[in-house]
Structures are given as structure tokens and as C-alpha cells.
């Protein structure tokens, strides 16, 4: 892969940096991601072409806050600050920050001069996501005003001698409406990257390395069916053929019929050269999630189970050398493992991990990509475009979207639903214009009528998101009569359904989804 261009991402805690990342690599620019805590020389050894500075939750003039030496500001190096990372690059080189008179929260109109390098092509009034309590109340020396806001009257500052520019706003957020091409500018036009990084790089050396840390070793691979573990089996199976092994873990928590759909794409019969192995172990998800209703309990338990049935596999292969996984980048950030940032959930191939797993390593191909990076490395290696396409399933599956203890009725109830849900979505001709659309049981149970008699049954919520990177969604807008024919035949077709709620939350505040 050439790396000549690299981006560096020096990460200080907040919830959106792995989305500056890949807005980077969207413009055909290599990225990687370091904690503040990274040593300078280490930053410097990298050569990189710039370095972005993200958001954080801290105030930086707070004693212990995390910071950055001043020296980072003096390498030649193009440096831009975002949010937290405007603020802290003020501070360090002799500006003011303090609490904000009026906190901003939301989408801003913003004032921009355009005569900035920064802001080249970028409308005079733009609106831009704002997430902040501090501001910058005066520029550093040598610092001029490149954007404002009726409340913040350094919304930006550059230094374009020393090719450094601060935003208080977030470029990164889908939000901000120009956000993209400020990003392509500082990149592309400030650091002056060519933009040679390719997907078809990516898989390269992703085949590349997977070989050099394999060698001659066994790997087993938890396939789900889903697009992420898919692509995982389809990089490992170029990379290394038959050493390795996947097994299906069907924990009686898929949607309907999905068991038999995922054995029949991967199994003997399908396209995939490789090993495969369905275990079938419903009973006993079932029997460990009996009486459990905590989410973080119930995530921690079906992860921990996956990794047990791997371990028992892997006894009756023999030596196995390797666990992979198709954690992605959202997983990471969200377990609270990517650099700084707050756990929001864990998810059962990242913070659900046991303290003692039975491997030597895991291998996780796809830990530094997104959903949408993900879906062009699956078609790159040639895996089947509705596989690649496939709706997004958590790796705990239903067992976050049932609210409460899990069941074998609840587990019907919702696979029931749900398959109603996405039959009818499908008619509608919808299903690829959505991001991402499931039924959920929730714990709610209420007097209903039906056929002259009073029922207590629950309620089924419907959500349906769209979103490119997953790490923020807004509600999709389902025509009303589709969704009233779901409503319709999910309490005239599955038995215990009383009422149909629609979900319009986005994330934030809400997740994706309901646990």
C-alpha cells in the first residue's frame, strides 16, 4: 500500500474522531488514529503530511486535562484543531479559552472567509454542528478570525504561515453541511496530499499481512452471515485458503429462517471455499439468559458464550492458533477502546471479551473501517452484492432488541415481526433506500381488544434509520401506509401483539439500536 501520505488523528476523547478518520480516507488519503498520549517523537518518525487534533469532553485550561506539547505546532507540519483540539492548540500557544457565555448545541448558521484556504469553495453562511460549552474568547497571537457565529466569535482562526487552522465546529458530522469539502481542503489543499489510497489497497495489504502474522497457523472465525464477519471470512480465505475454519454459532437469537440462509451461502453447497461448521446452541444461550434483563449482562453473557463455543471447537479441530473477528471501528469506539472516548455499549466482539480466551491472538482485518468501507472491501474481494448489502445484524442479534429477559416466546414474537417488517419494506421497494430497519419486542405489555375480547399483550416497536457511517442515524421517513399494513398484519399474524409503536429517535441521543 503506498503510505507516503499519511494523515495522523490524534484522538482526546470524543465520541465522533474515528469519523474524522474516515472522512480523511474519503479523500483518498491514509489515516490512522493515536491517543494524546502518543510521544512526539513517534508522531514525527511517522513523517506525517498533517495531523488533525480532535473533540474531547474536557475543558483544556483544567489541571489534568489532556493535552499536547507546544513543539507539535512548530514541526512545519499542517495541524488542525477540531472542536476540543481548536481549543487546546489556542491555549497551548497563548489564546483564551474559557466557559462559554451561551453554550452551543446543535446545527449553527456559521459566517466563513472564504478566502481561506480552509473554507475555498465553502458558501459565505454555512451550517455547521456545534457541541460546546467552552470557547475561544481570543486567538493566539499571530492567529486571524476565519469564521464566526452570532454566539462564538472565533468559530475559526488560522495561522496560515504555520499552516495552522482551528474549528470550533465539527466538520466530521454529516451535520455540517460543507463539512466534507473542509475537510478535502485542509488535506488535499493545506497538506497537499495527492489522494492515492484505494480500497483495492486496503484489501491488498490487508491479504499481505494477514499471511506475514499467520504463517503456517490454524484460524477460526466467528461467522455470523453478517456483512462484517462475511468480508472478515472472504479477506482470511484469500489470504490463507483452508488453514482457515468458520464457525457459525446459531444462539437461537437470528432472525427468521437465518440460520439455514447463512448455512446455505457459506456451507458445503455454497460459494466459499473454506471450513465451516454450524453449531447449533439455542438451548443453551437460552437457559444462561433465563431471568436476565441488565443490557450490559445480557451482552456480556452472549459474548462470553461465543467465546466458549469457539474454545470447545477449536479443542475438537486441534491447534488453533487464531481467533478472528469482524469488529469494525464502530464496535471499537463504542466499547470504549478506541483511544479515549466513554463506553456507550459494548459489543460482544470487543468489550464482550472474557479476561481469558483460549488463543494466542486475535485477528480483527476490519477494526480500523467503517460500515460503508466495509461494503466496498466485500465487493472488491467478490463477495455476492446482496451479501455485501445485507441489513446490518448485531452480534448479540435479538437479544438486544428485546427489552428485558430473553425468551423462546420473545424470541419468536420479534423474528416473527420483524420478518413481516422486512417483507414489507421489500414490496415497498424501500429496502435499499434505508439504512437500516428492524421490529423490536419492547417489555411493555397493555390492555388491548381483539375479535370483542380485552387482551394484555405487548407492544412491538418498528425503527428504521438512515445513516452512512453508523455513528449517527436520523429516523427514516416510512410512507404511512406502509407502515400501518406492518402495524396491520404483525397484530392480525403474530400471536402475544396488542400494539405497534414507530421509533422516530436519532443518534444521539439515542443508539441504533434499542439495548
Same mark, same amino acid.
Given at each position: 500500500?503506498?503510505?507516503?501520505e499519511k494523515v495522523i488523528v490524534i484522538d482526546f476523547g470524543g465520541q465522533y474522531n474515528q469519523l474524522v478518520a474516515r472522512r480523511v480516507r474519503e479523500c483518498n488519503v491514509y489515516c490512522e488514529i493515536y491517543s494524546y498520549k502518543t510521544d512526539l517523537e513517534q508522531i514525527k518518525a511517522m513523517n506525517p503530511k498533517?495531523?488533525?487534533? /480532535?473533540?474531547?469532553?474536557?475543558?483544556?485550561?483544567?489541571?489534568?486535562?489532556?493535552?499536547?506539547?507546544?513543539?507539535?505546532?512548530?514541526?512545519?507540519? !499542517?495541524?488542525?484543531?477540531?472542536?476540543?483540539?481548536?481549543?487546546?492548540?489556542?491555549?497551548?500557544?497563548?489564546?483564551?479559552?474559557?466557559?462559554?457565555?451561551?453554550?452551543?448545541?446543535?446545527?449553527?448558521?456559521?459566517?466563513?472567509?472564504s478566502s481561506s484556504p480552509l473554507f475555498d469553495d465553502v458558501s459565505e453562511t454555512t451550517v455547521c454542528w456545534m457541541s460546546h460549552n467552552d470557547y475561544i474568547s481570543q486567538a493566539a497571537l499571530g492567529f486571524r478570525i476565519i469564521a464566526h457565529t452570532a454566539d462564538c466569535p472565533v468559530a475559526a482562526a488560522e495561522c496560515a504561515k504555520k499552516k495552522l487552522y482551528a474549528i470550533q465546529f465539527h466538520p466530521e458530522v454529516l451535520h455540517t453541511v460543507e463539512g466534507t469539502k473542509m475537510l478535502y481542503n485542509f488535506v488535499r489543499g493545506v497538506c497537499g496530499c495527492a489522494g492515492t489510497w484505494r480500497m483495492d489497497s486496503f484489501v491488498e495489504e490487508s491479504v499481505k499481512q494477514i499471511r506475514e502474522k499467520v504463517g503456517g497457523g490454524k484460524v477460526l472465525l466467528a461467522l455470523s452471515g453478517g456483512v462484517d464477519s462475511s468480508v472478515a471470512a472472504g479477506l482470511l480465505s484469500r489470504a490463507i485458503g483452508k488453514q482457515l475454519t468458520c464457525v457459525f454459532v446459531d444462539h437461537g437469537l437470528l432472525r427468521k429462517d437465518e440460520g439455514d440462509e447463512v448455512e446455505a451461502v457459506f456451507g458445503q453447497d455454497g460459494d466459499f471455499d473454506l471450513n465451516f461448521i454450524r453449531v447449533n446452541a439455542q438451548e443453551r444461550y437460552y437457559a444462561k439468559l433465563a431471568g436476565v434483563t441488565e443490557p450490559e449482562r445480557k451482552r456480556k453473557i452472549i459474548g462470553e458464550e461465543f467465546i466458549r463455543v469457539f474454545e470447545e471447537e477449536a479443542k475438537k479441530i486441534g491447534a488453533v492458533d487464531f481467533l478472528a473477528?469482524?469488529?469494525?471501528?464502530?464496535?471499537?469506539?463504542?466499547?470504549?477502546?478506541?483511544?479515549?472516548?466513554?463506553?456507550?455499549?459494548?459489543?460482544?466482539?470487543?468489550?464482550?471479551?472474557?479476561?481469558?480466551? %483460549? =488463543?494466542?491472538?486475535?485477528?480483527?482485518?476490519?477494526?480500523?473501517?467503517?460500515?460503508?468501507?466495509?461494503?466496498?472491501?466485500?465487493?472488491?474481494?467478490?463477495? !455476492?452484492?446482496?451479501?455485501?448489502?445485507?441489513? !446490518?445484524?448485531?452480534?448479540?442479534?435479538?437479544?438486544?432488541? &428485546?427489552?428485558?429477559?430473553?425468551?423462546?416466546?420473545?424470541? $419468536?414474537?420479534?423474528?416473527? @415481526?420483524? @420478518? &413481516?417488517?422486512?417483507?414489507?419494506? @421489500?414490496?415497498?421497494?424501500?429496502?435499499?433506500?434505508? +439504512?437500516?430497519? =428492524?421490529? @423490536?419486542? *419492547? #417489555?411493555?405489555?397493555?390492555?388491548?381488544?381483539? +375479535?370483542?375480547?380485552?387482551?394484555?399483550?405487548?407492544?412491538?416497536?418498528? $425503527?428504521?434509520? #438512515?445513516?452512512? %457511517? =453508523?455513528? /449517527?442515524?436520523?429516523?427514516?421517513?416510512?410512507?404511512?401506509?406502509?407502515?400501518?399494513?406492518?402495524?396491520?398484519?404483525?397484530?392480525?399474524?403474530? $400471536?402475544?401483539?396488542?400494539?405497534? =409503536?414507530?421509533?422516530?429517535?436519532?443518534?444521539? !441521543?439515542? *443508539?441504533?439500536?434499542?439495548?
Open positions: 500500500m503506498d503510505r507516503k498533517g495531523i488533525i487534533l /480532535t473533540g474531547g469532553p474536557n475543558s483544556c485550561y483544567e489541571e489534568g486535562a489532556p493535552t499536547y506539547q507546544e513543539e507539535l505546532f512548530s514541526l512545519g507540519i !499542517p495541524v488542525l484543531g477540531l472542536c476540543y483540539g481548536a481549543q487546546l492548540m489556542m491555549h497551548v500557544l497563548g489564546g483564551r479559552v474559557e466557559k462559554a457565555p451561551v453554550r452551543e448545541y446543535g446545527k449553527i448558521q456559521v459566517s466563513v472567509d473477528q469482524g469488529t469494525i471501528y464502530p464496535d471499537v469506539v463504542e466499547s470504549g477502546l478506541g483511544g479515549e472516548s466513554a463506553v456507550i455499549k459494548s459489543h460482544h466482539n470487543v468489550g464482550g471479551l472474557p479476561d481469558y480466551v %483460549d =488463543f494466542k491472538e486475535i485477528i480483527e482485518p476490519l477494526r480500523d473501517l467503517f460500515k460503508d468501507e466495509v461494503r466496498k472491501a466485500g465487493l472488491e474481494l467478490g463477495i !455476492p452484492e446482496k451479501l455485501v448489502y445485507r441489513q !446490518p445484524f448485531p452480534g448479540p442479534g435479538l437479544g438486544i432488541r &428485546i427489552i428485558g429477559e430473553v425468551t423462546a416466546e420473545k424470541v $419468536r414474537i420479534v423474528q416473527d @415481526a420483524d @420478518a &413481516i417488517y422486512r417483507e414489507e419494506i @421489500a414490496k415497498a421497494g424501500l429496502d435499499r433506500s434505508i +439504512g437500516q430497519y =428492524f421490529a @423490536a419486542l *419492547t #417489555n411493555m405489555r397493555s390492555v388491548g381488544v381483539m +375479535g370483542d375480547e380485552r387482551t394484555y399483550d405487548y407492544a412491538v416497536a418498528l $425503527r428504521a434509520v #438512515n445513516t452512512v %457511517d =453508523f455513528m /449517527t442515524a436520523e429516523s427514516a421517513e416510512v410512507p404511512f401506509e406502509v407502515l400501518q399494513m406492518v402495524m396491520s398484519r404483525i397484530i392480525n399474524e403474530v $400471536r402475544g401483539v396488542n400494539r405497534v =409503536f414507530y421509533d422516530l429517535t436519532s443518534k444521539p !441521543p439515542g *443508539t441504533i439500536e434499542f439495548e
